[in-house]
């Protein structure tokens, strides 16, 4: 089993920056595939990124290509989403969860945090 935690949420205006992190612990040697996802009220939670082990594959939603960037250090065994460029759109809470690599849907994924809440302001 993996836990996992997620940190950097926050109120920011429409066009800022802010860096979220998952910090994991316990079962690490499993954590293959690490994605990014977000729950908006009343809509169902949403794939944003997914990086594998060696950071040679990512995989970005749509929606976030060419803003978001997610990476990982396995050595402090974190992984990270870069947002830039915010929308009132991407207003969530926001999850990280370790699964399968290159998993899209939320079925790919077993572990989950309890998640980060990023407001954008316009």
């Known amino acids: 089993q993996v836990q996992l935690v997620e940190s950097g949420g926050g109120l920011v205006q429409a066009g800022g920056s802010l860096r979220l992190s998952c910090a994991a612990s316990?079962?690490?040697?499993?954590?293959?595939?690490m994605g990014w996802f977000r729950q908006a009220p009343g809509k169902a939670r949403e794939f944003v990124a997914t990086?594998?082990?060696?950071?040679?594959?990512?995989l970005y939603a749509a929606s976030v290509k060419g803003r978001f960037t997610i990476s990982r250090d396995n050595a402090k065994n974190t992984v990270y989403l870069q947002m830039n460029g915010l929308k009132p759109d991407d207003t969530a809470v926001y999850y990280c969860?370790?699964?399968?690599?290159?998993?899209?849907?939320?079925?790919?994924?077993?572990?989950w945090g309890q998640g980060t809440q990023v407001t954008v302001s316009s």
């Open positions: 969860a370790n699964g399968r690599a290159r998993g899209l849907r939320v079925a790919d994924y077993d572990n």
């Open positions: 316990g079962r690490t040697a499993s954590m293959s595939g």
């Open positions: 990086i594998n082990w060696s950071s040679t594959s990512r």
